[in-house]
């Protein structure tokens, strides 16, 4: 009865594409243990280091004492508890939006989200590289779906002059590319959704809290004022913690509690976790934010000039995801084989994750590093050179 899983298993694995969970036993800050051995962590979304931080972690102490383990249902039953409140009212508060509606994840966000929001009738415009969230939250939107290739403003501005629609045009980007770790030209597509009525939807999972003065992500990075229409970013990358939020109207509001259907049909957040994220928002938009802000982009800078000094192809951005582009999926995974045999944790990102013939390894840096975490991570790279990734 599952010899088709068996076999579609082997195809996988022939084309260098199977995947495995790596069960980690301890962790403390940037150090993880695998099988009793110790691994420097270039493979985490917790670019400030605040997932154990002891004010979070207090926080969410504190709410399990008050409110207990689970919110117990969902929000539009019995599970809209203080908390989720709270939080939603110090989202708004520092993003400066009108409203602000929590979602169990970025997942949930964009794919109930857009759903949501987008109808038949309704174009959307969406960059080549968005993530595979907002790619399914487009097609479940039953809105017909334009893609531009990524970053290409010309070919953006072709598209917004040449569909139209009776229904509403919008325009869906990342802030931050999460495999490329390069930055969306935002006053640019700003720019052109307001010179051609379309709205703007930007995902700010990877730039909330580590980019701009403030830390409000790639559209503060890009010196623009207030929000775009829809401004969505998660609890589960910078704060270290889980859920997702969108930033808009309140009559957006209205309609995404009456139309997501993945804010509807789910159990809420646990308090718990609320309570948590609420912590780690004031921390973000604190001066300790700022200064863990500034502690990442030094480290940054010190990896990707190290990389370069190598011989290594890499952008010079503002980000702290840095990809080394590999290309062959088998190549990419013997390459991630030999950095833990140094004992760096880094992950082959592969095809449906990137593109066919782009894997690559993708280290992320936290502000928690010491600078002789980024030395033993570049020497382990140097070592890379027999595989001719260059």
Same mark, same amino acid.
């Given at each position: 009865? #599952?010899?088709?899983?068996?076999?579609?298993?082997?195809?996988? /694995?022939?084309?260098?594409?199977?995947?495995?969970?790596?069960?980690?036993?301890?962790?403390?800050?940037?150090?993880?243990?695998? *099988?009793?051995?110790?691994?420097?962590?270039?493979?985490?979304?917790?670019?400030?280091?605040?997932?154990?931080?002891?004010?979070?972690?207090?926080?969410?102490? @504190?709410?399990? !004492?008050?409110?207990?383990?689970?919110?117990?249902?969902?929000?539009?039953?019995?599970?809209?508890?203080?908390?989720?409140?709270?939080?939603? *009212?110090?989202?708004?508060?520092? #993003?400066?939006?009108?409203?602000?509606?929590?979602?169990?994840?970025?997942?949930?966000?964009?794919?109930?989200?857009?759903?949501?929001?987008?109808?038949?009738?309704?174009?959307?415009?969406?960059?080549? +590289?968005?993530?595979?969230?907002? $790619?399914?939250?487009?097609?479940?939107?039953?809105?017909?779906?334009?893609?531009?290739?990524?970053?290409?403003?010309?070919?953006?501005?072709?598209?917004?002059?040449? *569909?139209?629609?009776?229904?509403?045009?919008?325009? $869906?980007?990342?802030? +931050?590319?999460?495999? @490329?770790?390069?930055?969306?030209?935002?006053?640019?597509?700003?720019?052109?959704?307001?010179?051609?009525?379309?709205?703007?939807?930007?995902?700010?999972?990877?730039?909330?809290?580590?980019?701009?003065?403030?830390?409000? &992500?790639?559209?503060?990075?890009?010196?623009?004022?207030?929000?775009?229409?829809?401004?969505?970013? #998660?609890?589960? !990358?910078?704060?270290? &913690?889980?859920?997702?939020?969108?930033?808009?109207?309140?009559?957006? /509001?209205?309609?995404?509690?009456?139309?997501?259907?993945?804010?509807?049909?789910?159990?809420?957040?646990?308090?718990?976790?609320?309570?948590? @994220?609420?912590?780690?928002?004031?921390?973000?938009?604190?001066?300790?934010?700022?200064?863990?802000?500034?502690?990442?982009?030094?480290?940054?800078?010190?990896?990707?000039?190290?990389?370069?000094?190598?011989?290594?192809? $890499?952008?010079? #951005?503002?980000?702290?995801?840095?990809?080394?582009?590999?290309?062959?999926?088998? !190549?990419?995974?013997?390459?991630?084989? /030999?950095?833990?045999?140094?004992?760096?944790?880094?992950?082959?990102?592969?095809?449906?994750?990137?593109?066919?013939?782009?894997?690559?390894?993708?280290?992320?840096?936290?502000?928690?590093?010491?600078?002789?975490?980024?030395?033993?991570?570049?020497?382990?790279?140097?070592?890379?050179?027999?595989? /001719?990734?260059?």
């Amino acid at each position: 009865m #599952t010899d088709f899983a068996a076999d579609r298993l082997t195809l996988i /694995k022939d084309a260098g594409l199977y995947r495995t969970l790596q069960r980690l036993s301890a962790r403390s800050g940037a150090i993880i243990e695998i *099988e009793a051995r110790e691994f420097i962590n270039f493979g985490s979304n917790d670019y400030l280091g605040l997932t154990q931080d002891s004010a979070t972690c207090i926080a969410a102490i @504190d709410a399990i !004492k008050q409110w207990g383990f689970g919110a117990g249902s969902a929000r539009l039953i019995s599970g809209s508890l203080d908390p989720h409140h709270q939080l939603e *009212e110090a989202i708004s508060r520092h #993003t400066g939006a009108e409203a602000a509606i929590l979602f169990n994840s970025g997942y949930h966000a964009n794919v109930g989200g857009i759903a949501a929001l987008a109808e038949e009738g309704d174009l959307i415009f969406s960059d080549q +590289l968005c993530h595979a969230s907002i $790619v399914d939250g487009c097609r479940l939107s039953k809105a017909k779906r334009f893609v531009f290739s990524h970053s290409d403003m010309l070919e953006l501005e072709a598209l917004l002059k040449r *569909e139209h629609c009776v229904g509403q045009r919008w325009v $869906v980007t990342e802030g +931050l590319f999460s495999m @490329d770790g390069d930055i969306a030209p935002l006053a640019e597509i700003s720019d052109l959704c307001r010179r051609y009525d379309a709205l703007l939807m930007v995902d700010e999972a990877h730039s909330f809290g580590v980019l701009g003065d403030v830390g409000l &992500g790639a559209w503060n990075y890009a010196g623009l004022r207030g929000l775009p229409d829809v401004y969505t970013a #998660t609890f589960s !990358k910078s704060p270290g &913690g889980f859920g997702a939020f969108m930033a808009v109207s309140s009559v957006i /509001k209205e309609l995404l509690i009456n139309r997501a259907r993945s804010f509807i049909f789910s159990t809420a957040l646990p308090p718990s976790v609320a309570a948590g @994220d609420m912590a780690a928002l004031d921390i973000i938009f604190s001066e300790r934010g700022a200064q863990l802000r500034t502690r990442l982009h030094k480290l940054a800078m010190l990896f990707r000039d190290g990389l370069r000094n190598l011989g290594y192809a $890499v952008e010079n #951005t503002a980000s702290p995801i840095v990809p080394l582009v590999i290309g062959d999926s088998c !190549k990419a995974l013997q390459a991630a084989e /030999k950095m833990q045999s140094e004992g760096i944790f880094v992950r082959a990102v592969r095809y449906p994750t990137v593109p066919e013939g782009t894997a690559r390894l993708r280290f992320s840096l936290r502000a928690d590093m010491e600078d002789e975490h980024i030395t033993r991570c570049l020497v382990a790279a140097a070592g890379l050179n027999n595989l /001719k990734l260059r």
